[in-house]
């Protein structure tokens, strides 16, 4: 992630040109001041008109400049945030979908939310402004340097002491906001879980339970806030006061050279009106020095949540399906428990298999290996001829189309549901609706394939979803079809219909692994793969 932050710092350059200019004008107004003023003690002397003449112009190009400065900072921050977090859904997608569905989604909502936020605020924002700070610093350190080198020396001993101070004071603050990150995810989860069981919450009267629960997370995570905004309050507190000590000591030099003629009223003036431009990094730096560095740290925490443990190099693309699939010594297991073992099969282009076994003897394992959601531990898939390991995700998706258990529908309208927002002619639309017996559900809907499906289709039925489904599925045009329990919310008649219809497509590999039998179709199956005891046996239909 920090090196997408580094592409937008040309936009950070370009902004922070505009600042320093903005600073050189507004050191070029406090000389113009000082020499009114030094003027205003020499009766007589020409000038004086002139300079504030000069003021008054340089004051309104001041505002232009500003004004541009303003409008740069909005679009660095806002291009960053936004190739930033472009950048983490990127990834996210980029997961193995085995890897992903082992964490919670609400980890990559909390870091997408929450710690992008506080790269925002603590990172992208406090560079931007310390930068700024830092340039007004430099500007007023020549002119300051220009009238005094002793009051430039003791400035930049007070700048390296206080320096080292913020970075030593920072480290606590960085593990603290690290602990925060965790304590952010772990709650977001749990909110995530309390939302999708509202009804067995509600049903079973455990809101008491709920209820104690949120309120020692949000404590925790409370308390953690506490103790960063205190040790920062100490931190800031100890910087400040090595700041007092140096407001002291330049007054005291300032005094001493006014006393003894090295210094004129107007560069005493000249020297208080540059003050806040030398002491404001000195507090922007104690304030958000400890917040940068503690922010950085979160691009490390982003960037090992979008690791993947296996990583296979994918450099072959696969066209399109057209000989077979042959697993070859295939085995499988979550951690000590084996799933399959030793699996030898071959499964030819256009046959048909129903796959039947026990709950638990490895046929969702099986469709997630033919799936390319896992790879073999053991063995090898050939597609083709082709190590499915090394065929690319997005060649291989183009082939393969599936029907699971769960059924996400989005909040769109209908017709986006089923073509997934492709390009998919009408007839071809209509041909899919009939297949998969949505014809009569269509008809009925108030505005057709137009009328919004919402919530992940809690205004349709589970049966309705199935079908939706089928229909992507058909769409899809995919030369190998993935059925997991595909028909379980359907009336008979029309599971019976649909399946019927599916194999009756010549060219159309079928895998089908369901506990519903339908005797009418059981034929027209070529092979029975019976999943069980680690081992699929493949029988002839």
Excluded: C
Excluded at 249 to 273: C, D, E, H, R, W
Aim: aromatic share 8%; glycine share 8%; proline share 2%.
């Amino acid at each position: 992630m920090n090196k997408i932050y580094r592409k937008s710092l040309p936009l950070l350059i370009l902004a922070l040109s505009a600042g320093l200019f903005s600073s050189i004008i507004s050191g070029y107004i406090s000389l113009l001041m000082r020499d009114m003023i030094d003027l205003s003690f020499l009766p007589g002397q020409p000038g004086f008109l002139q300079k504030g003449i000069r003021i008054i112009l340089f004051s309104g190009l001041l505002l232009v400049v500003q004004s541009i400065l303003a409008l740069a900072k909005g679009v660095y921050r806002r291009k960053t945030n936004l190739n930033l977090k472009t950048e983490y859904l990127r990834r996210v997608f980029g997961k193995n979908i085995n890897e992903f569905n082992q964490e919670s989604n609400a980890k990559y909502v909390s870091h997408m939310t929450n710690d992008l936020n506080t790269v925002d605020m603590d990172f992208i924002d406090s560079i931007f402004e310390l930068s700024l700070s830092l340039m007004a610093f430099l500007v007023s350190l020549v002119i300051i340097g220009g009238l005094s080198l002793e009051v430039l020396l003791v400035i930049i001993g007070v700048t390296v002491l206080t320096g080292l101070l913020s970075n030593a004071m920072a480290r606590p603050v960085k593990t603290m906001f690290s602990e925060r990150s965790a304590l952010y995810e772990k709650y977001t989860e749990y909110l995530n879980e309390v939302l999708h069981a509202f009804r067995i919450i509600r049903v079973n009267n455990l809101y008491g339970k709920i209820r104690d629960n949120f309120e020692e997370r949000s404590r925790l995570l409370q308390d953690k806030s506490y103790k960063i905004e205190k040790t920062s309050t100490y931190i800031f507190a100890a910087q400040n006061f090595t700041i007092n000590l140096t407001v002291l000591g330049v007054l005291g030099v300032s005094v001493y050279y006014a006393i003894t003629g090295k210094l004129s009223f107007g560069g005493i003036i000249l020297i208080l009106t540059n003050f806040q431009n030398l002491m404001g990094p000195f507090h922007q730096a104690s304030e958000l020095f400890p917040k940068i560095v503690s922010a950085k740290g979160l691009f490390k925490i982003l960037d090992r949540s979008l690791e993947n443990a296996e990583e296979n190099v994918e450099d072959q693309v696969l066209p399109a399906f057209t000989q077979s699939i042959t697993l070859d010594g295939v085995s499988y297991a979550y951690g000590e428990n084996r799933v399959l073992e030793g699996v030898n099969l071959t499964l030819e282009k256009g046959k048909k298999y129903l796959i039947v076994g026990p709950s638990g003897g490895g046929k969702s394992t099986l469709l997630k290996l033919l799936r390319k959601y896992f790879s073999p531990q053991e063995g090898t898939i050939w597609v083709d001829g082709l190590d499915l390991r090394r065929i690319t995700k997005e060649s291989y998706f183009q082939v393969i189309s599936n029907v699971e258990q769960s059924v996400f529908m989005f909040d769109d309208s209908l017709r986006s549901n089923l073509t997934l927002h492709r390009t998919i002619g009408e007839e071809d639309l209509q041909s899919a609706i009939a297949e998969a017996g949505l014809q009569d559900f269509v008809e009925k809907l108030p505005q057709g394939l137009d009328t919004v499906i919402e919530d992940n289709g809690r205004n349709i039925s589970g049966g309705e979803k199935s079908r939706i489904a089928i229909a992507r599925a058909l769409l899809n045009q995919s030369q190998i079809l993935i059925l997991d329990e595909a028909f379980q919310s359907l009336d008979y008649v029309t599971a019976r219909d649909i399946e019927g219809t599916i194999l009756r497509i010549p060219s159309l590999t079928v895998l089908n692994v369901s506990h519903i039998i339908i005797p009418e179709n059981k034929d027209r199956y070529d092979g029975l793969l019976h999943v069980d005891n680690k081992t699929v046996t493949l029988r002839r239909g």
